[in-house]
């Protein structure tokens, strides 16, 4: 496989996973906003745009933070290079570009999502954002069942990498986020903002049935990082995404015959996780954790660039 | 004008009319409703559209793609009409091949002046970097998209040779696929020659002609510019059906005259490369410096013998539309017989009296750049305001051998879905013709456009041009099953 097609299909597996991350983040988001015991208004938005690190590129807009303009920054401002938008365009680019590695229907499933988010012209009020997020989400699961409809080889193997690296960024940063900025001044911890904050994290990754079939006492902050950070079970676990990283790897080094540097950090990351306990994580400062889990995992994605002549 | 056109399906009688062998065809125009046609088109456009079968139009919006509108009323060619097109294609690509051996080698026909020798020489399309050298098997046109019009019942003219990344093939296939789903009962009324095993003739002729001694299993690759070309979904597409790797300039590197591309696992020789891009780009050191989509070193690489590019760098010069006026006597020359493809008639600028006429003609001739192509720098007298005809006058005076000028011809016109039902609209007709190692390869089909405005001659996808698929009828009855391959039909050498 050329070094680019591989390129492109790693980035066009992050691409999509990021459009679809940005869903629902909006769509937890507006949840929050909403639905919660108290309104969490302006702030459930900011912290929306921290997750992203967006709040620079949204300030430049101009606009207040309310939720039709930061609903519209995320999904669909073109001066947003993380916007559902942007990365879908980005991601449909790869899959055009390689298009001779990918199915008729991965490629089809691109390429529809991609029509349908650029015919979007403005998502005015709850209901229309809502239901543009349902049918992306389909989207982003009818891309996932194509992938996995393709032959096991390096191809559908790095855009599977791609999403993985993608999807560990995206879990740390959103638990990042709620434990330095969400939860207002004078709130307690494990008062009802904080608890509507975790469990809205919980649905951003789909994870409330999950969460209550594996503890079955109530919403406890330790479990919800336990859960999202350690659980191999969870699919998008931190500790699964990382699994699953050094599984894709060694899947393509044994197609080709040899591993490399990428190999060995996945797999000390995986060690690094298995050997880790919740208590551990969070004596020692959650925030520190996670800043060091992301730029490890910035790291990780550099050495496989390296490692198959792609960067 | 389109009155006074001959009609494929209708003949001269017009709509519900019918051809002696097309009545069938009439009978299916006629029965099918409108507003089933008109929904089985919008299926295969919308299918078109989801899988991205589009072109990009220069100057616009990347996001503007468009596709290529599709006409779902076929055109049909008689087993006996493709019997003749077919033998006239191979004697004219036998002769383009002939033709680019001599001007790149001995020049024999210059010495024996059949054209004149700066016409060649001093050609902008003519390259001195390969002249002297051989490309591997003495192949130099290995895919000709040669384009046809017709005027009558038996009056089929060429209009152009593209020798050069003639383009529109996967149009063939992708409307064939169509047609099957969405108007299976003609497949079953009509013996349709099969067009799909085009990809695997494609690849058996890259493969035949890979530089002598490397193998049984040459490294294919087909080189695009990238996804923003305007082809770029048929390089993906080609480069899929026949499973080899699509690479951009950037993929590939040259080391000691060969040429390598960079994967996830090394470095891999490369054998052949058919490329779709034009000369001038291919590499910075020797064609366009300031060219980003090249590949430096490719040319010395190919001069050395190491690598073999389709179509071979200098066809241009035969597909020139300069050079094409003198077209019938080439291929008397090399092939020894009459064109069984006649040329349209054409007036060469560059000559006194041609010039002289076309000046006092203008409103009744197409005045065309030579190297102008996609319907761009070209004057269609008789639709032209006087201000655009003076314009061209004065350009002519100026720079008379840049002009070739031809009648307009009554361009045969098919049924086509128009808003107001099935109508009559113009059409000309490409099919692709393969050159390899061992021989030529025509599949029976071809690339059918049609001009969708009312009287339009004007067939350029660029210009609003659509396509439909092209029937060629088998002379065996219907039957299931895919047929035997074309036989290849025995290319006789060089200048000889």
């Known amino acids: 496989m050329l070094s680019r097609t591989a390129a492109s299909l790693y980035w066009l597996g992050r691409y999509v996973e990021r459009a679809e991350f940005t869903a629902r983040l909006i769509e937890a988001t507006i949840r929050l906003d909403l639905l919660s015991a108290r309104p969490a208004g302006e702030g459930a938005w900011e912290s929306a745009l921290a997750v992203v690190s967006a709040e620079d590129g949204f300030w430049f807009t101009g606009e207040p933070v309310s939720p039709d303009a930061v609903g519209r920054y995320l999904a669909l401002s073109l001066d947003n290079p993380s916007s559902i938008r942007s990365c879908l365009d980005a991601a449909r680019n790869n899959a055009k570009s390689v298009r001779t590695a990918l199915t008729r229907e991965a490629w089809e499933a691109i390429n529809r999502a991609w029509l349908f988010v650029r015919d979007v012209r403005v998502t005015d009020g709850t209901p229309a954002a809502l239901a543009m997020i349902e049918k992306l989400k389909a989207e982003a699961r009818g891309f996932e069942g194509a992938l996995h409809r393709m032959l096991r080889n390096e191809a559908s193997f790095f855009v599977r990498l791609g999403a993985a690296i993608e999807r560990a960024d995206n879990t740390a940063r959103l638990i990042d986020v709620k434990y330095h900025l969400l939860l207002p001044e004078g709130e307690k911890v494990g008062g009802p903002i904080d608890r509507d904050q975790w469990t809205t994290i919980l649905h951003t990754v789909s994870a409330v049935t999950a969460y209550r079939w594996l503890y079955r006492e109530g919403l406890r902050p330790g479990h919800v990082v336990d859960l999202l950070v350690l659980r191999h079970e969870m699919p998008r676990s931190i500790a699964a995404s990382a699994d699953e990283v050094a599984q894709l790897l060694t899947s393509i080094g044994r197609r080709l015959g040899r591993q490399g540097e990428a190999d060995r950090m996945a797999r000390t990351r995986q060690l690094m996780l298995n050997r880790s306990t919740v208590n551990g994580i969070i004596s020692g400062g959650l925030h520190e954790f996670l800043r060091g889990f992301i730029a490890d995992n910035a790291r990780l994605d550099y050495a496989i660039g390296q490692q198959f002549r792609f960067s | 004008m389109a009155s006074a056109a001959f009609d494929e399906v209708w003949g001269d009688a017009g709509p519900g009319a019918s051809r002696e062998g097309f009545e069938a065809l009439a009978a299916w125009i006629a029965e099918t409703p409108a507003q089933e046609l008109t929904r089985r088109q919008q299926a295969a456009e919308a299918a078109f559209r989801q899988l991205g079968i589009t072109f990009a139009v220069y100057g616009e919006d990347e996001a503007a793609e468009r596709i290529i509108p599709f006409d779902i009323v076929p055109r049909i060619f008689a087993a006996s009409e493709w019997r003749n097109l ?269 010039l002289t006429y076309t000046l006092d003609n203008l409103d009744k001739l197409v005045v065309k750049l030579v190297d102008g192509s996609g319907g761009y720098g070209m004057l269609v007298g008789p639709t032209a305001s006087k201000a655009e005809i003076e314009r061209f006058r004065e350009a002519l005076v100026a720079e008379p051998h840049r002009y070739i000028a031809q009648p307009t011809l009554a361009l045969s016109t098919v049924p086509t879905l128009t808003e107001k039902g099935v109508a009559p609209r113009h059409v000309d007709f490409r099919p692709f013709c393969l050159s390899g190692a061992d021989g030529i390869r025509i599949v029976p089909g071809g690339l059918t456009r049609v001009a969708l405005r009312e009287g339009s001659l004007v067939v350029n996808s660029s210009q609003g041009g659509g396509t439909k698929d092209s029937l060629i009828l088998a002379d065996r009855p219907r039957r299931r099953g895919k047929a035997a391959a074309p036989e290849v039909t025995p290319m006789r050498s060089g200048a000889d």
Request: net charge negative; charged share 25%.
């Open chain 2, 86 to 354: 077919k033998a006239g294609l191979e004697q004219r690509v036998e002769a383009i091949n002939a033709f680019l051996a001599d001007v790149y080698g001995p020049r024999k026909i210059l010495r024996d002046g059949v054209l004149p020798a700066e016409l060649v020489l001093s050609n902008p399309q003519f390259r001195p970097q390969v002249a002297g050298a051989r490309p591997p098997h003495d192949v130099y046109a290995h895919i000709c998209g040669i384009d046809m019009v017709r005027t009558g019942p038996n009056d089929f003219f060429v209009l152009e040779d593209n020798a050069r990344t003639p383009s529109g093939v996967s149009y063939m296939l992708e409307n064939r696929e169509a047609m099957i789903r969405l108007c299976p009962e003609l497949f079953e009324l009509f013996p349709v020659e099969p067009v799909d095993d085009y990809t695997d003739l494609l690849l058996s002729t890259l493969r035949s002609v890979a530089p002598h001694g490397r193998g049984s299993e040459p490294v294919c690759v087909l080189l695009t510019p990238g996804h923003f070309n305007s082809a770029f979904y048929e390089h993906s597409f080609l480069a899929d059906a026949m499973g080899i790797e699509l690479v951009e300039a950037a993929d590939l590197e040259v080391d000691d005259d060969i040429v390598w591309m960079r994967t996830i696992d090394g470095r891999v020789r490369v054998d052949v490369i058919y490329r779709r891009l034009d000369d001038d780009y291919i590499d910075p050191l020797v064609f366009r410096s300031d060219s980003m989509l090249g590949v430096p070193g490719l040319m010395a690489a190919y001069l050395a013998g190491n690598v073999t590019l389709t179509n071979a760098p200098g066809t241009g010069i035969a597909d020139d539309k300069a050079i094409y006026s003198y077209m019938p006597e080439i291929v008397r020359y090399y092939t020894g017989s009459e064109a069984k493809l006649p040329n349209v008639e054409t007036w060469r600028c560059r000559e006194k009296q041609a």
